[in-house]
């Protein structure tokens, strides 16, 4: 049986002590028969809206804290990269290696990554037709080795999608359900049901969102059919550094999971 994959955790690594309490809360999700569970945090936030705003501990901190969670729960570990010189040091401890959406044509940042050993996940631009998310997997799948861009070929590579909405208009965004179904066609797809209901720039000199529609646009995806789930989560989202108004509360996160799990378990 195929799992589903689960990528969660906070939006930025704020303290030991938040970080520690949010992988404890996830326990249950990580131990789920059912999911592929890698836990999400980043050590820098390097496209804030504010010069003021609080980015994270950075790469050597960061990463060592990431390490520490590793090593205690035994978590398979995603993390962000956001300069190619970065990669080989987050290639010890992450899993996965994740390029922003804002980043997700950056050709130098997509070789660096596929350099490595860990499977990258690449965001879709909220600018990005789905069609032209291709060319980005196609970067990462011929420096592996491979010469096309298609599902088998990208799972072979390691190489995901990641679907995080579209701008329309000034600080909103949708989800283009089609999307998944288009991009699905050349790589796993994960959809990141928080970020999707950010609104850029819409918190004057910060983001905001609405928390409220993620799981509606969740399983709405499960229905589409995709390969796994992307769901930032704090213990107390009202007092997060970074993304507060899109991440779900830890606490709420298994009964959704369990609603996702269910469509999945109809549709098959």
């Known amino acids: 049986m195929q799992k589903t994959i689960l990528l969660s955790g906070p939006c930025v690594i704020e303290s030991e002590e938040n970080l520690h309490a949010i992988a404890l809360k996830l326990k249950p999700l990580a131990a789920h028969p059912k999911i592929d569970f890698y836990f999400k945090a980043s050590f820098d936030k390097a496209n804030r809206t504010s010069l003021e705003s609080y980015r994270g501990p950075g790469l050597v901190e960061g990463m060592k804290m990431l390490a520490q969670i590793k090593q205690e729960f035994g978590y398979k570990i995603i993390t962000d990269i956001h300069e190619s010189y970065q990669a080989e040091k987050i290639a010890e401890i992450a899993d996965i290696i994740q390029i922003p959406a804002f980043l997700c044509r950056q050709t130098d940042l997509i070789v660096a990554v596929a350099k490595t050993n860990r499977i990258v996940n690449i965001k879709k631009g909220q600018f990005m037709n789905p069609v032209d998310m291709k060319y980005s997997v196609l970067k990462a799948i011929k420096v592996r080795g491979g010469d096309r861009a298609e599902y088998d070929q990208a ?13 329309f208009g000034y600080g909103n965004l949708v989800v283009d359900m089609r999307s998944l179904v288009i991009m699905r066609e050349f790589a796993p797809v994960i959809f990141d049901a928080t970020h999707s209901v ?40 009202k007092d997060a550094l970074s993304d507060g108004p899109n991440m779900v509360k830890v606490d709420m996160l298994p009964g959704l999971v369990e609603q996702i799990l269910e469509i999945q378990g109809v549709l098959k």
Do not use: N
């Open 155 to 167: 799972q072979k590579y390691g190489v995901w999608l990641c679907e995080r909405g579209s701008s």
């Open 198 to 237: 950010q609104m850029p720039g819409g918190g004057g000199g910060k983001s905001g969102g609405d928390s409220s529609f993620v799981p509606y646009l969740a399983r709405a995806a499960a229905g589409v059919g995709v390969d796994g789930f992307f769901m930032e989560t704090h213990i107390s989202p």
